[in-house]
């Protein structure tokens, strides 16, 4: 049976998953981008580089929110935005896209598909394991899509990145959420010179 | 003239400086001794090193709130607790408690003066930085005392330690505060094997 699992989700030391005034310019908020510093820097840790480079191992489908498929809101004016990431995006599986405007399912290149759903989170991960099959399910975010997930106890698996960033304002990931009271514990503790990677584990 | 300072303080992943349920078996909250296993380890890590090492220097006064200083509440029934730290406590100034009840002042040894300061946190620190003359003002905690001077924008340097744990609940400590529109930056990233401190500056 495959895990759910979110891996490479970066938060500043004030707890927060992107910045203010979210646009296309500023998919992350303002400040934002900074959360991934770790991730792209030219001469990347080793530890940075172990993690960023796992982050596809063994997912068989994905689960994002609408805003992290895109900046638009409300009804599809059309269907031509088709993702940030070009025509070939790096997730190679079915993606499922929570959404309450429906749109029709659509293929790319390189074995990626995107479905919309619009039955709600729970609908849409009891799709994302029936075509994960044995692999797991990523959960790719934003936060509020993960505080779903966390809130009803259905992520197994969280690796969460401080990045060493104050953003002030934006999407808080964790707060108000009692983590050890809906069953999660610290796992694995691993600091590189740009952030600190953490993982919880449901026990 | 001195600086105002925080150091050392902690806080777990999820944002808090003390877990739930502060009594005076667990003066930091169910789970909150953890939040400082990096700097009681046998085996310290350097980084974690320096920084413990340090706490003192150049402090010539320390503020910290009535709850740091001990577990009475209330009017004080008589003037026998005179902290947690024995005869000898590690400060080695004079230290002045922020309470709602008045308190004669008292020595210790070691250098060591506790007064109590009924007039609120910006008396208090004015009395601290009196006291202190040149040298530099340590406000020693809780998270409540650290919120009040930061949201004044009293505070000029935070070294804050993020501990790999999860508390669920208890003292939050920057919930609620855009420090950027505080004033204050990042200016400082040290991990080591235990914690990832961060330091920051109003700029």
Known sequence: MGK??????????????????????DPLGVGGEDLHRWAFAPDMDPVDK???DAIMDGIGAWVMGRNMFGPVRGDWPDFDWKGWWGPNPPYHTPV????????????????NSFHFVTEGAVAALARAKAAAGDQDVGIGGGASTVRQYLTAGLIDEMHLVVAPILLGSGEPLLAGLDLPALGYAMTDYAPSSRAAHMTLRKV
């Open 4 to 25: 759910v699992r979110v891996r490479n989700f970066s938060i500043s030391l004030d707890g927060f998953a992107a910045g203010p005034d979210q646009s296309l310019d």
């Open 50 to 52: 172990r993690f960023a």
């Open 96 to 111: 499922f896209v929570l959404t309450h405007h429906a749109r029709p399912s659509f293929e790319m290149e390189g074995g």
